[in-house]
């Protein structure tokens, strides 16, 4: 089974508008849950993570997400988008299983911010 | 300080041909991470050092591959022989504490094997 998902392989906004990028899990017991963005030819970058306490975590670059455990849902967000952050963006889990700590990407989504 | 540093950027080699990809990894950070990424499999984790011991070497292929990690700020991935399929984007990520912090990622190196 699969650990995260990303939904949408592509997701097109226009610029000021709200953006929403979906990631979902699948795991038992306490994920830790990140986000990472992806600029055209260089590494992933991180963005902001969830271990424990406030549900809505901010990060880097005005974004924020809402850890959503009755949804098993970790949804990244921002207010107003940019022309520049266009670009791939990943979701991760990790969590605990048998003793050893596991990790997932998702597949990733393209978001594009179109001016 | 300086990131994690990826060399080569590009590698062009033949098929048949062995490759070494080379990384080191933030000072002071204990977990590393290598990873390919193509674009039919997405990003992958290939193996997974802490301490310089390898904890997880799941991800990786088949024996072509291997990564070694002589020590906390030096490792390699070794592709041996290479084939057409292993061209990717390979990726070294490093952080304290492993898989459940933040990884910090190197620029990647291109590998494109004719």
């Known amino acids: 089974a699969q650990s995260v998902a990303q939904p949408e392989d592509q997701v097109n906004v226009a610029e000021g508008n709200p953006l929403t990028v979906k990631c979902t899990y699948s795991?038992?017991?306490?994920?830790?849950l990140f986000w990472y963005v992806q600029y055209p030819n260089r590494g992933l970058q991180f963005l902001l993570k969830?271990?424990?306490?406030?549900?809505l975590v901010k990060g880097s670059y005005g974004f924020e997400a809402e850890f959503n455990k009755s949804q098993t849902s970790f949804h990244l967000k921002k207010p107003s988008a940019l022309v520049s952050d266009s670009a791939l963006y990943f979701c991760?889990?990790?969590?605990?299983?048998?003793?050893?700590?596991?990790?997932?990407f998702g597949t990733g989504t393209r978001l594009t911010v179109i001016p | 300080d300086a990131g994690v540093i990826q060399s080569p950027r590009h590698e062009v080699t033949e098929m048949g041909q062995e490759v070494t990809l080379r990384c080191k990894p933030i000072?002071?950070?204990?977990?590393l991470f290598w990873y390919r990424q193509t674009m039919m499999r997405g990003l992958e984790l290939l193996i997974y050092?802490?301490?310089?011991?390898?904890?997880?070497d799941s991800g990786m292929p088949e024996d072509r591959f291997s990564a070694k990690m002589p020590n906390a700020s030096f490792s390699t991935l070794k592709i041996q022989p290479s084939e057409p399929r292993d061209s990717a984007v390979y990726f070294c990520?490093?952080?304290?504490?492993?898989?459940?912090?933040?990884?910090?990622f190197g620029p990647g190196t291109r590998l494109t094997v004719t």
């Open positions: 991760a889990v990790s969590y605990l299983q048998g003793g050893a700590n596991n990790l997932f």
């Open positions: 795991v038992s017991g306490n994920p830790y």
């Open positions: 969830y271990i424990t306490g406030d549900n």
């Open positions: 050092f802490n301490n310089n011991v390898p904890i997880d």
């Open positions: 990520a490093s952080t304290w504490g492993g898989k459940g912090y933040e990884q910090y």
């Open positions: 000072s002071g950070h204990n977990s």
